[in-house]
């Protein structure tokens, strides 16, 4: 009876241990408050994805709808915090079977940070997905307004007149400062069809000239050969056509009788959505050579080039005036139309700010998480030096410790903000911003994932963790020991 308490009390402290339980991230356990807390923002962040999926950012939905994408970026700072520790755990005895104690040493410390030391990826992920997803709709304006401009001229400039070219006036224009190629297309607009009441455009080209040019800009390329006039004059135009043209004449003969009187018979044996020449859903495009020579006379000059001077195109083509009605086109001012709108230039500051403001506090959150621990990692830094670490050994370890935390929200960033693009894009339209107050040959322009708005804010965490652990390693090695460890003592 004498030895039950003693015994008792023995067996109840056969280990040591401290009498709180460990409060780091590796063995925490998220309470049920949390989890109850977690599971509410999830549901939000569903409902204002969905929402915005099925009515779009015009339709009702108020400031959860416009709250998406901090949203999912703040579910998924909390899954990550909840991930956090497996691949440290994971990693640990690898590291420990390493020569050396640096790596072990460091993934070590970086497990056993307490978890209000990881509440920072909660900001370093909001604010990566924010500037993901301005960056993203800033390129998908900007993509929208050159593939409009595009579609619109057809190339670089265009030159183009109500009647035929004057004679000369191609190799001129292929002599004027930054122009590099030059492809004449004869263009009418008033083709009649078998019936003899719809109309239709007609362009001859030189199939050649055309194919490199429909490749070089994206518009509806094909081979040259699959257009080339064949045989002699009785065998048909092969033709490449709009989908609604092909439509309406099928793939079978049939006559077109073009401005000047003439008529042909064509077979469609190509189709495309867009064709340079055109810029309108209905063309019809053959080899100019099967036509007569009063159709095949060029009304339109298509160039490609850089820098090209538009006062010299002007001149050159008879237009010194400049006036509005001018027949010289050229792609970059057609595309500075579409950006003449105080709604347009409002809304791009506002996501520009986005970007600005999501960078800033994505590397404000990581510089202030790694300025807390500062005074405990100088006074590591200065206990370890009594016991032979160097200098570079002591660089390594901060910059190693801090890049656990680092990574993982520069990945995690990317990838949400990837996600919540993909996710949000159905429900977006960006066709006001881009295009307001001019018609739109684009039709709806879309959300786009751009990666040089995901990979930048990402790698600038990374360049920010891993600059400030090492600054902070030089600086304590030039205070000394025996100075931090005061210091530390003093705190």
Not at 67 to 93: D, H, K, S
Not at 171 to 181: A, E, L
Request: charged share 20%; net charge positive.
């Amino acid at each position: 009876a004498c030895a039950a308490l003693p015994v008792r009390a023995c067996v109840a402290h056969r280990a040591v241990r401290v009498h709180d339980g460990r409060r780091d991230v590796a063995s925490a356990r998220p309470s049920r408050r949390r989890t109850v807390a977690e599971l509410t923002a999830v549901a939000l962040a569903l409902g204002a994805v969905e929402t915005l999926r099925r009515r779009g950012a015009s339709g009702t939905g108020g400031d959860l709808v416009s709250a998406a994408p901090v949203l999912i970026g703040v579910i998924a700072a909390l899954v990550l915090v909840r991930l956090y520790p497996l691949p440290l755990r994971r990693l640990a005895r690898p590291a420990g079977r390493l020569r050396g104690a640096v790596g072990h040493l460091a993934l070590a410390r970086a497990g056993r940070t307490s978890v209000s030391a990881v509440l920072p990826l909660l900001a370093l992920l909001t604010a990566l997905t924010t500037a993901a997803f301005g960056g993203s709709v800033l390129a998908g304006v900007t993509d929208a307004r050159d593939r409009a401009a595009l579609l619109t001229v057809g190339a670089d400039a265009r030159i183009e007149e109500t009647g035929p070219l004057r004679d000369g006036l191609s190799d001129r224009v292929r002599g004027t400062s930054g122009v590099r190629d030059v492809v004449e297309v004869g263009l009418t607009y008033q083709a009649k069809g078998p019936d003899g009441r719809q109309t239709l455009p007609v362009a001859g080209v030189d199939p050649a000239a055309y194919a490199r040019l429909a490749a070089r800009t994206g518009l509806g390329s094909f081979e040259a050969e699959e257009l080339k006039r064949r045989g002699g004059s009785e065998e048909p135009l092969r033709a490449l056509a709009s989908p609604s043209v092909a439509e309406r004449f099928g793939t079978g003969q049939f006559r077109i009788r073009v401005e000047d009187g003439t008529s042909v018979t064509v077979r469609i044996g190509l189709v495309r959505d867009r064709t340079p020449a055109v810029s309108g859903e209905d063309f019809l495009v053959v080899d100019r050579a099967g036509l007569s020579a009063e159709a095949a006379r060029p009304t339109v000059l298509l160039l490609t080039g850089d820098r090209m001077d538009a006062g010299a195109l002007r001149r050159t083509a008879g237009d010194d005036a400049g006036a509005e009605t001018s027949a010289v086109t050229l792609r970059s001012e057609e595309r500075d139309r579409y950006v003449d709108s105080p709604l347009q230039t409002g809304a791009e500051r506002v996501y520009a700010g986005a970007v600005v403001a999501g960078t800033g506090y994505a590397v404000l959150a990581l510089l202030l998480s790694l300025l807390r621990a500062a005074p405990e990692r100088a006074a590591l830094l200065a206990r370890l030096r009594t016991m032979g670490l160097t200098r570079a050994q002591g660089r390594r370890l901060l910059v190693l410790e801090s890049l656990p935390q680092a990574v993982l929200a520069a990945a995690g960033g990317a990838l949400t903000g990837w996600a919540a693009i993909r996710l949000l894009a159905p429900g977006l339209d960006l066709t006001t911003i881009a295009l307001a107050g001019a018609a739109s040959p684009v039709g709806r322009a879309e959300l786009r994932t751009d990666p040089w708005s995901l990979a930048l804010p990402a790698v600038a965490v990374l360049v920010v963790a891993v600059g400030v652990a090492g600054v902070q390693a030089w600086w304590s090695g030039r205070r000394g020991s025996v100075t931090e460890l005061r210091a530390g003592d003093a705190r």
